[in-house]
């Protein structure tokens, strides 16, 4: 399922005025979260709202947000401006076992402007995926499993290149963002919220045990029984992909 998203709306004077008082807020902006129209609707084209030194800057300052969250991914809505950017990279020492399942391998860091991907072949993937901008959720998603990226570098230079498993969906969560689609419209299984008190797959961010967390982790089960009746893929999504990082 996927949401009619409205076109975008931001002139270029609003863009500049939104990266303006970020860049010059000398503090991390926040992460916003779902609600904010930003995330819901389709961004614009970078299409020489910014200078280079703000675009420079701006990328800067999302890698850094990334890092903090932490997360393997950014995309500018995420920040409240409606801007085709978005920055990815996952460099996390993570559990080889885990990384195999995953076909998770490290992703350098990059910055993508007005990218958009296409499915390579018929294969897909199902795994939990979380978002920064919907905080302590998480849901079964099944993508295909590559895609070809066409996008801009900061530079304006036209590329395309092939992505492959984990970074394969860690390219179409970003991309989807800018587009206002969140990864639960493409949720296959109920919403889960994420287990507290267990340290998340990033190696960093351990999440505080909150009031009702037996209350959670019973659900977490419950929900993780159902996805052995939907068949051994979403079993296996269920069991391992718990605790995946945010994007
Ligand atoms: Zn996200």
């Known amino acids: 399922m996927t949401q009619t998203v409205p ?8 863009i500049r005025e939104i990266v303006e008082r970020i860049l010059s807020a000398g503090t991390l902006p926040p992460i916003v979260q779902a609600g904010h129209p930003a995330l819901r ?5 970078v299409d020489g709202q910014l200078s280079a030194d703000q ?4 990328i800067g300052v999302m890698r850094q947000v990334m890092h903090e969250a932490p997360g393997v ?16 990279e996952d460099q996390f020492d993570i559990d080889p076992a885990a990384a195999a399942l995953r076909s998770r391998s490290p992703l350098d860091f990059m910055a993508i402007l007005n990218p958009r991907y296409t499915p390579v072949g018929s294969g897909r993937a199902s795994f939990y995926e ?12 099944a993508r295909p499993d590559a895609v070809l990226l ?16 984990w970074q394969a969906r ?6 989807d963002h800018l587009d206002g689609i969140l990864y639960i419209d493409r949720a296959q299984a109920p919403v889960l919220e994420q287990q507290r008190g267990i340290r998340c797959a990033l190696g960093g961010g351990r999440h505080r045990e909150g009031a009702g967390g037996a209350g959670v982790r019973r659900r977490a089960r419950r929900h993780i029984d159902r996805l052995r009746l939907a068949g051994p893929g979403l079993a296996q999504a269920g069991r391992e992909g718990a605790g995946n990082p945010a994007a």
């Open 41 to 45: 609707q389709r961004a614009a084209d």
């Open 73 to 88: 991914g950014l995309a500018a809505p995420q920040l409240g401006i409606p801007l085709r950017l978005a920055v990815l």
């Open 7 to 14: 076109p975008a709306a931001a002139g270029p004077g609003h």
């Open 130 to 141: 979380g978002c920064l901008s919907l905080n302590g959720l998480q849901a079964v998603v």
């Open 150 to 165: 066409e996008y801009l570098t900061p530079d304006g230079a036209a590329e395309r290149r092939e992505f492959s498993g």
């Open 170 to 175: 860690i390219v179409q969560h970003e991309t």
């Open 55 to 58: 675009l420079d800057r701006l």
